[in-house]
């Protein structure tokens, strides 16, 4: 009856029934009405944690060691049981930063780190590649021996059966073809597929009834209960002593290894992460799961001693393989029906787990292998493509095909090898190893991606060598001498007992070294540098808590024209543009076009983006269109909070004092000149003081006088009106100066800029001097000045700059055989004005300080000397003058030489007038 | 629900004890010979234990559910 | 006998109008325009009190009074400074350079005249 035809329509029947689930999963999701939105539905899709390796494998563990089996589902139970710590917040992070995978997971974690996430890909895939063997060699025996039926014959050894009637290979094509229905109808922007999860929970149920029928079946059809197979067992030595464990602490430790092992296997397996965190519809739900999954772990368990107990006594020992008891009790029984329907509960095992496995698999070789080397080589012209979501999802497609294919190819090879049957806790042991990027990133905001990478590498390699090549090396591939000797003949370096290290059982002792040189390594790294902004921000985002979500990285901005192309071309045109509406509306905007270009849009694009291609590569697409301004430090630094505040804080307040210092010495130095400023302010409030009250003095002595004494003579009296005159106007004209210097110093004085003729305004000055000089019987010169030089200048400035130095230079030379000599002559730039005299000169000391205020050289002290005439304020206003107009004013001179006072002007004026502070 | 701190650290704590009924040294007060319930008494602490953890684990978060 | 008077100052206007002032107040009056010929003159003619100005060439009034003050000769020379400066410390430093007195420029011819008898008195 249970012919080869009625097994495959039953098997194609319940994977249509599947699919027609899923397809209506699917739909109902479409139009806003999940079908999956339930706890129950989440805890039972969680269930895909029991693949064939529980459904057949549990009763092999447990015939072989007892209660073995057990630690294998403690452990989720324990991780669950920490499910608000750790997985609620996973949820919270995922679903926050759109994470498809759990590489996406980690490679966002540390600054959206392409190489991290390939890393992560790799391990995944050739930790798991066997796994997914395991299953098909599972369903491909369990049909083999089903079709055997009424006899019960193990399955020959895989090689023995030919390529194309070996039934694991149509297992694996069939699959394919299924997950790809499944997992890429579509690409969603969260990768999320209801209608696998649907089929999934629903593959639990039957799963979970195909073990409970066949364990009620065992106990109560072929027993009378529980206490009738324990007290038979007992009765018989060699089952009894699966009753309980060798009292020896290395077989608790490595019983707890495994609880240890499989709580975090329940969580960082691809398709553990992948149902338990990506497809989560609602954080929620986590509440019930916590004790639903628990329990369902408990059911699928409660007969799985009994049922091994069973076996052990009803077949002869090595006749049947302790792994298919489940079917083989129930067929040697006679119940065809209770046996097609445990193949059909394996069969549920084994797709849900090569599905789920496979999509996530396939997301993350497509998202963080292929697309981040695809789009970096520019000759494919990837960047340039219109169109890419057609291509993403061919990716996906063939990265199933080619899983699947490997998992076969695995399989035939590996046969009944013992790499096959440790299988599971070696993929354990490889998932393991995403434990401390992954917790350590969400509870550690130090961890870097040179450090996570360096931890994972170390646990890869170290896991590698201790588990996976022994693996090989047990199943023949590799000299037997490796595992006795070691590498080379190396003792140290013997894969199980590295560095001498022995009496653990070889999945703690891996465990033990790769675990060790992870976290060394990720936390050493790590320590290393402080995160950058990038590996800061993303840590505050994860260990934080999700509420920062929504804050962009992005410090600039590209407009919908830009980024909706770009979803475009990874969504497709349809799904981008709801996408984007969505966006909009969500924004209280009624179009996609209004929708401003600024950094909220350009994080909601790369969300999108991230849920398709992950996040790794969807930063890269989104910066070859963001016109990026340079990402300012503090901008990120705005976004983070305590931890990277504080730093960035206490990076603020080293710079603040280190600026403090700065300013301090600084403000020293200011002090200092301001000091020497206000002695020199004083100075010169003295020296005004004293030249006013100068004048003052015989003003005020002449006048009292004459008020006195009204009688004084004519002749006196008219001498003394004339002192008091030109006193006065000494004054005036001291007062004048200090006003016009005032101006000139502050900038408020006005200039009049045209161009001059040099040799007029020397001439003019000299006239308007010539009875000065006349009186004095002094010669002035003027046969040096060359004709026709003309500069931009202020005329009356000029002017004024002219008699401040002939008047200068009459007040010097002797009387009677004084000889003041002006010159004029020019050079391509400049014209060059010297004005020389023959009376005692200038010391060289002096030389500039006669520039300075009511400084006047002369006898080489410093004291003002000349009275009626000079106002010492002559010098400095011409030099500022000078200078004003781009030019010098110095002197040369030798004392007992004469002096000869020069200025230079530019012939051309130059940028004068555009001088702040200048007037005009 | 799980999101309050108090549930949390309630399920913290049942995380723990956990942790001691599953493992060393409690474990070996059990391993021996004998019956309880019809079962051997390691099985029967185990599976026990396990259905009253998760009982528990029931009782915190459906309890404080609102 | 008339008192004997010196007057020291660059400043040729002001050295007219106490020339004039004084005289008429009936004093012997001497003129000298820098601290050098202050000094001979105050050897040669032996004043009773000098008048004498801060800023000036060659010496300063503070340098000349000191040295008329080392001269024990002069003990009982009265030495009035006139400054245009009118700074405390100056006034200070002239007091403590001997100076009997200390008036700033400008000042009333009147008070001058009256501190100058006082001082002689």
């Given at each position: 009856m249970l012919q080869g035809w009625v097994i495959v329509l039953a098997s194609f029947l319940y994977l249509g029934v599947l699919f027609a689930i899923a397809w209506y999963a699917d739909h109902r999701s479409d139009h806003?009405?999940?079908?999956?939105?339930?706890?129950?539905?989440?805890?039972?899709?969680?269930?895909?944690y029991c693949t064939t390796w529980t459904f057949y494998g549990s009763v092999g563990r447990a015939a072989a060691n007892g209660i073995g089996f057990l630690p294998i589902y403690l452990g989720p139970t324990l991780l669950f049981a920490l499910g608000g710590f750790i997985l609620y917040r996973m949820i919270r992070i995922a679903k926050a930063n759109r994470i498809t995978s759990i590489a996406d997971f980690v490679a966002s974690r540390y600054g959206k780190s392409q190489l991290l996430g390939g890393l992560v890909t790799v391990i995944a895939v050739v930790g798991v590649i066997p796994y997914i063997a395991l299953q098909l060699k599972a369903v491909s025996n369990s049909f083999t021996i089903l079709g055997n039926y009424p006899e019960i014959v193990m399955p020959a050894a895989v090689g023995a059966v030919p390529l194309f009637q070996d039934s694991a290979l149509y297992v694996a094509m069939i699959l394919a073809a299924f997950t790809i229905l499944f997992g890429t109808r579509h690409l969603d922007a969260t990768e999320r597929h209801e209608g696998m999860v649907a089929a999934i929970a629903v593959e639990s149920v039957v799963k979970l009834v195909a073990f409970l029928a066949v364990g009620a079946f065992v106990v109560w059809g072929m027993h009378d209960g529980v206490g009738d197979i324990f007290a038979r067992a007992a009765a018989v030595p060699e089952v009894a002593t699966r009753l309980d464990r060798a009292d020896a602490p290395a077989a608790y430790g490595s019983w707890g290894t495994l609880i240890f092992l499989s709580l975090f296997a329940s969580l960082l397996l691809p398709r553990q992460f992948q149902i338990a965190v990506v497809e989560n519809v609602d954080a929620t739900h986590l509440n019930r799961a916590v004790w639903l999954f628990p329990l369902y772990l408990f059911l699928i368990n409660l007969f799985v001693l009994p049922v091994a107990l069973a076996g052990l006594m009803h077949f002869p020992?090595?006749?049947?393989?302790?792994?298919?008891?489940?079917?083989?009790?129930?067929?040697?029984?006679?119940?065809?029906?209770?046996?097609?329907?445990?193949?059909?509960?394996?069969?549920?095992?084994?797709?849900?787990?090569?599905?789920?496995?496979?999509?996530?698999?396939?997301?993350?070789?497509?998202?963080?292998?292929?697309?981040?080397?695809?789009?970096?080589?520019?000759?494919?012209?990837?960047?340039?493509?219109?169109?890419l979501s057609g291509l993403?999802?061919?990716?996906?497609?063939?990265?199933?095909?080619?899983?699947?294919?490997?998992?076969?190819?695995?399989?035939?090879?590996?046969?009944?090898?013992?790499?096959?049957?440790?299988?599971?806790?070696?993929?354990?042991?490889?998932?393991?190893?995403?434990?401390?990027?992954?917790?350590?990133?969400?509870?550690?905001?130090?961890?870097?991606?040179?450090?996570?990478?360096?931890?994972?590498?170390?646990?890869?390699?170290?896991?590698?060598?201790?588990?996976?090549?022994?693996?090989?090396?047990?199943?023949?591939?590799?000299?037997?001498?490796?595992?006795?000797?070691?590498?080379?003949?190396?003792?140290?370096?013997?894969?199980?007992?590295?560095?001498?290290?022995?009496?653990?059982?070889?999945?703690?002792?891996?465990?033990?070294?790769?675990?060790?040189?992870?976290?060394?390594?990720?936390?050493?790294?790590?320590?290393?540098?402080?995160?950058?902004?990038?590996?800061?921000?993303?840590?505050?985002?994860?260990?934080?808590?999700?509420?920062?979500?929504?804050?962009?990285?992005?410090?600039?901005?590209?407009?919908?024209?830009?980024?909706?192309?770009?979803?475009?071309?990874?969504?497709?045109?349809?799904?981008?543009?709801?996408?984007?509406?969505?966006?909009?509306?969500?924004?209280?905007?009624?179009?996609?076009?209004?929708?401003?270009?600024?950094?909220?849009?350009?994080?909601?694009?790369?969300?999108?983006?991230?849920?398709?291609?992950?996040?790794?590569?969807?930063?890269?697409?989104?910066?070859?269109?963001?016109?990026?301004?340079?990402?300012?430090?503090?901008?990120?630094?705005?976004?983070?909070?305590?931890?990277?505040?504080?730093?960035?804080?206490?990076?603020?307040?080293?710079?603040?004092?280190?600026?403090?210092?700065?300013?301090?010495?600084?403000?020293?130095d200011a002090n200092e000149r301001l000091r020497e400023l206000d002695r020199m302010k004083d100075d010169f409030i003295s020296t005004v003081t004293h030249e006013l009250r100068t004048p003052l003095t015989s003003i005020r002595a002449f006048s009292e006088m004459l008020h006195e004494d009204p009688k004084t003579d004519l002749e006196q009296r008219t001498k003394f009106l004339g002192i008091i005159v030109s006193e006065t106007v000494r004054l005036s004209r001291l007062i004048n100066q200090i006003l016009d210097?005032?101006?000139?110093?502050?900038?408020?004085?006005?200039?009049?800029?045209?161009?001059?003729d040099v040799d007029e305004v020397i001439h003019e000055a000299a006239d308007s001097l010539t009875a000065l000089f006349a009186e004095k019987r002094v010669t002035l010169d003027l046969s040096g000045l060359d004709k026709g030089l003309t500069v931009m200048a202020d005329r009356d400035r000029l002017m004024q700059v002219m008699v401040n130095l002939l008047s200068n230079a009459l007040k010097f030379v002797p009387a009677d055989s004084g000889m003041v000599r002006v010159g004029a002559e020019g050079t391509a730039s400049e014209v060059r004005v010297s004005v020389g005299d023959n009376g005692p000169g200038i010391h060289a000391d002096d030389h500039e300080v006669i520039f300075d205020k009511f400084r006047q050289g002369s006898g080489g002290t410093d004291v003002l000397t000349d009275k009626p005439q000079g106002t010492g304020l002559g010098l400095p206003i011409s030099r500022q003058i000078i200078e004003y107009f781009n030019g010098r004013l110095w002197v040369e001179s030798a004392p007992g030489a004469g002096a000869r006072f020069l200025f230079t002007l530019p012939r051309q004026a130059g940028d004068n007038d555009k001088k702040t502070g200048g007037g005009t | 629900m799980i999101r309050t701190r108090l549930t949390s650290q309630r399920l913290a704590f049942l995380f723990l004890l956990g942790c001691i009924f599953f493992n060393y040294p409690l474990l070996s007060i059990f391993n021996k010979s004998g019956s309880f319930l019809g079962m051997p008494p390691l099985f029967a602490w185990l599976m026990g234990s396990w259905v009253v953890l998760i009982a528990l684990m029931a009782f915190v978060v459906e309890r404080t559910r609102d | 006998m008339a008192n004997r008077i010196l007057i020291v100052d660059d400043e040729p206007n002001i050295v007219i109008s106490l020339e004039y002032l004084l005289k008429k107040e009936g004093f012997e009056v001497k003129v000298a325009t820098d601290g050098e010929a202050a000094l001979s003159q105050a050897a040669d003619f032996r004043p009773d009190l000098v008048l004498l100005d801060v800023m000036m060439p060659k010496k300063s009034g503070f340098e000349v009074c000191e040295s008329l003050r080392a001269d024990a000769t002069l003990a009982d020379l009265k030495i009035i400074m006139l400054t245009a400066k009118g700074r405390e410390t100056e006034v200070t430093k002239g007091l403590a350079l001997g100076a009997n007195a200390y008036i700033t420029k400008p000042f009333s011819t009147k008070d001058l005249v009256a501190r100058i008898k006082t001082l002689l008195a």
């Amino acid at each position: 009856m249970l012919q080869g035809w009625v097994i495959v329509l039953a098997s194609f029947l319940y994977l249509g029934v599947l699919f027609a689930i899923a397809w209506y999963a699917d739909h109902r999701s479409d139009h806003g009405r999940s079908l999956i939105a339930s706890p129950l539905v989440y805890a039972l899709s969680l269930g895909v944690y029991c693949t064939t390796w529980t459904f057949y494998g549990s009763v092999g563990r447990a015939a072989a060691n007892g209660i073995g089996f057990l630690p294998i589902y403690l452990g989720p139970t324990l991780l669950f049981a920490l499910g608000g710590f750790i997985l609620y917040r996973m949820i919270r992070i995922a679903k926050a930063n759109r994470i498809t995978s759990i590489a996406d997971f980690v490679a966002s974690r540390y600054g959206k780190s392409q190489l991290l996430g390939g890393l992560v890909t790799v391990i995944a895939v050739v930790g798991v590649i066997p796994y997914i063997a395991l299953q098909l060699k599972a369903v491909s025996n369990s049909f083999t021996i089903l079709g055997n039926y009424p006899e019960i014959v193990m399955p020959a050894a895989v090689g023995a059966v030919p390529l194309f009637q070996d039934s694991a290979l149509y297992v694996a094509m069939i699959l394919a073809a299924f997950t790809i229905l499944f997992g890429t109808r579509h690409l969603d922007a969260t990768e999320r597929h209801e209608g696998m999860v649907a089929a999934i929970a629903v593959e639990s149920v039957v799963k979970l009834v195909a073990f409970l029928a066949v364990g009620a079946f065992v106990v109560w059809g072929m027993h009378d209960g529980v206490g009738d197979i324990f007290a038979r067992a007992a009765a018989v030595p060699e089952v009894a002593t699966r009753l309980d464990r060798a009292d020896a602490p290395a077989a608790y430790g490595s019983w707890g290894t495994l609880i240890f092992l499989s709580l975090f296997a329940s969580l960082l397996l691809p398709r553990q992460f992948q149902i338990a965190v990506v497809e989560n519809v609602d954080a929620t739900h986590l509440n019930r799961a916590v004790w639903l999954f628990p329990l369902y772990l408990f059911l699928i368990n409660l007969f799985v001693l009994p049922v091994a107990l069973a076996g052990l006594m009803h077949f002869p020992p090595g006749t049947v393989d302790a792994d298919t008891f489940v079917l083989t009790l129930p067929m040697a029984h006679q119940q065809e029906t209770l046996a097609l329907f445990v193949f059909i509960g394996g069969l549920s095992a084994a797709t849900g787990m090569v599905i789920v496995e496979t999509i996530a698999l396939s997301t993350m070789v497509c998202n963080d292998l292929v697309m981040p080397l695809l789009l970096r080589m520019p000759w494919l012209g990837l960047a340039a493509k219109a169109d890419l979501s057609g291509l993403l999802l061919e990716i996906r497609r063939w990265a199933i095909a080619i899983i699947l294919g490997l998992g076969y190819l695995y399989f035939r090879v590996a046969g009944e090898a013992y790499a096959l049957v440790s299988i599971g806790l070696i993929s354990f042991a490889a998932v393991a190893q995403f434990a401390p990027v992954v917790l350590g990133g969400i509870f550690w905001k130090g961890g870097t991606r040179d450090g996570a990478v360096a931890g994972l590498a170390a646990g890869f390699v170290l896991w590698a060598y201790t588990l996976l090549l022994p693996s090989f090396a047990k199943s023949g591939w590799l000299p037997e001498g490796f595992i006795a000797h070691g590498l080379f003949g190396i003792e140290l370096l013997r894969p199980q007992q590295l560095f001498g290290l022995g009496g653990l059982d070889e999945i703690t002792h891996c465990l033990v070294w790769s675990l060790l040189a992870n976290l060394g390594g990720y936390i050493g790294i790590s320590l290393l540098r402080v995160p950058n902004a990038r590996e800061a921000r993303q840590a505050t985002l994860f260990v934080g808590g999700a509420d920062v979500a929504g804050h962009s990285m992005w410090g600039g901005s590209a407009g919908v024209g830009d980024l909706l192309p770009l979803a475009a071309r990874f969504l497709g045109r349809e799904r981008a543009e709801e996408a984007f509406q969505r966006h909009a509306r969500s924004r209280g905007l009624r179009a996609i076009d209004e929708l401003p270009a600024d950094a909220r849009l350009v994080n909601f694009a790369e969300n999108q983006l991230a849920g398709a291609i992950g996040s790794a590569s969807a930063r890269v697409m989104v910066a070859s269109v963001v016109k990026e301004e340079p990402l300012g430090i503090d901008e990120v630094m705005n976004i983070l909070d305590e931890a990277s505040q504080v730093r960035a804080y206490s990076r603020e307040l080293e710079e603040k004092s280190q600026e403090l210092t700065r300013a301090t010495a600084e403000l020293r130095d200011a002090n200092e000149r301001l000091r020497e400023l206000d002695r020199m302010k004083d100075d010169f409030i003295s020296t005004v003081t004293h030249e006013l009250r100068t004048p003052l003095t015989s003003i005020r002595a002449f006048s009292e006088m004459l008020h006195e004494d009204p009688k004084t003579d004519l002749e006196q009296r008219t001498k003394f009106l004339g002192i008091i005159v030109s006193e006065t106007v000494r004054l005036s004209r001291l007062i004048n100066q200090i006003l016009d210097l005032a101006k000139l110093e502050s900038g408020r004085a006005e200039w009049t800029v045209t161009a001059i003729d040099v040799d007029e305004v020397i001439h003019e000055a000299a006239d308007s001097l010539t009875a000065l000089f006349a009186e004095k019987r002094v010669t002035l010169d003027l046969s040096g000045l060359d004709k026709g030089l003309t500069v931009m200048a202020d005329r009356d400035r000029l002017m004024q700059v002219m008699v401040n130095l002939l008047s200068n230079a009459l007040k010097f030379v002797p009387a009677d055989s004084g000889m003041v000599r002006v010159g004029a002559e020019g050079t391509a730039s400049e014209v060059r004005v010297s004005v020389g005299d023959n009376g005692p000169g200038i010391h060289a000391d002096d030389h500039e300080v006669i520039f300075d205020k009511f400084r006047q050289g002369s006898g080489g002290t410093d004291v003002l000397t000349d009275k009626p005439q000079g106002t010492g304020l002559g010098l400095p206003i011409s030099r500022q003058i000078i200078e004003y107009f781009n030019g010098r004013l110095w002197v040369e001179s030798a004392p007992g030489a004469g002096a000869r006072f020069l200025f230079t002007l530019p012939r051309q004026a130059g940028d004068n007038d555009k001088k702040t502070g200048g007037g005009t | 629900m799980i999101r309050t701190r108090l549930t949390s650290q309630r399920l913290a704590f049942l995380f723990l004890l956990g942790c001691i009924f599953f493992n060393y040294p409690l474990l070996s007060i059990f391993n021996k010979s004998g019956s309880f319930l019809g079962m051997p008494p390691l099985f029967a602490w185990l599976m026990g234990s396990w259905v009253v953890l998760i009982a528990l684990m029931a009782f915190v978060v459906e309890r404080t559910r609102d | 006998m008339a008192n004997r008077i010196l007057i020291v100052d660059d400043e040729p206007n002001i050295v007219i109008s106490l020339e004039y002032l004084l005289k008429k107040e009936g004093f012997e009056v001497k003129v000298a325009t820098d601290g050098e010929a202050a000094l001979s003159q105050a050897a040669d003619f032996r004043p009773d009190l000098v008048l004498l100005d801060v800023m000036m060439p060659k010496k300063s009034g503070f340098e000349v009074c000191e040295s008329l003050r080392a001269d024990a000769t002069l003990a009982d020379l009265k030495i009035i400074m006139l400054t245009a400066k009118g700074r405390e410390t100056e006034v200070t430093k002239g007091l403590a350079l001997g100076a009997n007195a200390y008036i700033t420029k400008p000042f009333s011819t009147k008070d001058l005249v009256a501190r100058i008898k006082t001082l002689l008195a």
